[in-house]
């Protein structure tokens, strides 16, 4: 029935002379993540619209969950498009396509017209009325409302003419790679999933570091990372994970720190490893799922500590955010039931009784001091030691 999707942005469009890059990037993203659909497809821009073409047989519900998790599109419109040979034809197709995808005509509806070529012979006004005319006299059951319509007619007046009546909601947000590179701070629960997932949407490409703690930690519960850095990667493109063996630097920690800091501690080193690979890999931050309060390492104190060995910044965009909140999006995006298999990450198995919540900064590094005998060599082993996945999207 449709022969195109017209994909409709948002923040792109108020890009000055940059827009091009970002619609390029658009075009760029669209066309990856149809190579996962059966079919032909050609992706083009035209004056401020990208089209999705289609070519031959293809299934429709794979076309749009494909287009659905590109980031930057807000709207993605099946379209009829046809050549302009005068107004009969237009109408023809307008009455076509109600007929053909509303099998109950009991509606209201609306007439948007736009003219992106001012020559033609009708105003947009004048269309509206003469289409809304042809709509009444085909199916007289229905009855037009301009304030809340239950179905919009758009047409739109270019070099060929759009006819569309469907807008399925896009993930929004810029397209991936238009904002740089981040390292995400990837473990087995809920929200690092999502924080990654949120940074993406603003652009940003994702590679990620998890801490393996095996014997402690199964390979289940490495796989469950991996299948949810796929997960992400739906969404994000391919992500480089580095898997860290992280079992000898929190065995060291837990003999000679003080139990009730081995979690900031332990934080601490992840996030100077993770740096490490992200300084390697040219990114320009680390990003986190943390949310003020919501464990013992998150509190504004437990941070301030954390943050003190970074010298990339720190991205945590679930910083504000309740547990409900969280838990919504990575239901959304289909993290959710991967993330609560009860499989024990590296933080779960060493956490403390009692951990401090308020951690004072320079009694921290006191007890770091008890570290310096064998961490560089650890640190070194670890890093070299780390297993490379690249995640990509199924």
């Known amino acids: 029935m449709y ?25 760029k993203n669209i066309n990856i993540n149809l190579k996962q659909v059966d079919g032909n497809f050609n992706v083009r821009k035209e004056n401020g619209r990208v089209y999705v073409e289609t070519e031959g047989d293809y299934d429709f519900d794979e076309v749009v969950e494909a287009l659905s998790r590109v980031f930057g599109i807000v709207g993605i419109c099946p379209v009829i498009m046809i050549e302009d040979t005068g107004f009969d034809d237009m109408a023809k197709a307008v009455i076509d396509h109600i007929n053909e995808a509303y099998p109950d005509k009991h509606f209201t509806f609306k007439v948007d017209a736009r003219r992106a070529r001012k020559n033609y012979p009708m105003t947009s006004m004048e269309i509206n009325a003469a289409i809304g005319e042809r709509i009444l006299e085909a199916f007289p059951e229905t009855k037009v409302d301009v304030h809340h319509p239950q179905v919009m007619i758009h047409i739109e007046v270019r070099p060929l003419i759009n006819i569309y009546s469907t807008e399925i909601p896009g993930p929004g947000g810029m397209p991936t790679g238009t904002a740089g590179k981040g390292m995400l701070l990837l473990s087995g629960g809920i929200d690092s999933p999502v924080a990654g997932y949120m940074v993406a949407k603003r652009g940003v490409s994702l590679e990620a570091t998890y801490f393996h703690a095996p014997p402690y930690t199964s390979e289940r519960a490495k796989q469950k990372v991996v299948d949810l850095a796929k997960k992400v990667a739906r969404y994000a493109g391919p992500i480089k994970l580095n898997i860290v063996n992280f079992t000898d630097i929190q065995l060291y920690i837990y003999e000679k720190c003080p ?8 934080r601490r080193y992840m996030m100077k490893i993770a740096e490490h690979f992200a300084k390697e890999d040219g990114c320009l931050g680390l990003i986190t799922g943390e949310s003020i309060g919501q464990v013992a390492s998150q509190t504004m104190q437990s941070l301030l500590a954390t943050n003190e060995v970074c010298e990339l910044p720190v991205y945590r965009p679930l910083i504000a955010f309740d547990k409900n909140d969280i838990v919504a999006v990575s239901e ?22 009692h951990p401090v919540t308020k951690p004072n900064l320079e009694r921290i ?14 640190f070194e082993e670890a890093i070299a030691s780390t297993e490379v996945v690249i995640c990509k999207g199924e």
């Open 332 to 353: 959304k995006i289909d993290t959710y039931e991967t993330s609560i298999l009860p499989y024990e990450d590296c933080c779960t198995i060493f956490v403390a009784k």
């Open 259 to 266: 139990h009730e800091e081995l979690t900031i501690i332990m």
């Open 365 to 378: 590094k006191k007890s770091e001091l008890a570290l310096n005998e064998k961490i560089d060599a650890l």
């Open 3 to 27: 022969q195109a999707f017209l994909i409709k942005y948002a923040e792109i469009a108020i890009k000055g002379k940059n827009r091009y890059l970002f619609e390029d990037a658009l075009v």
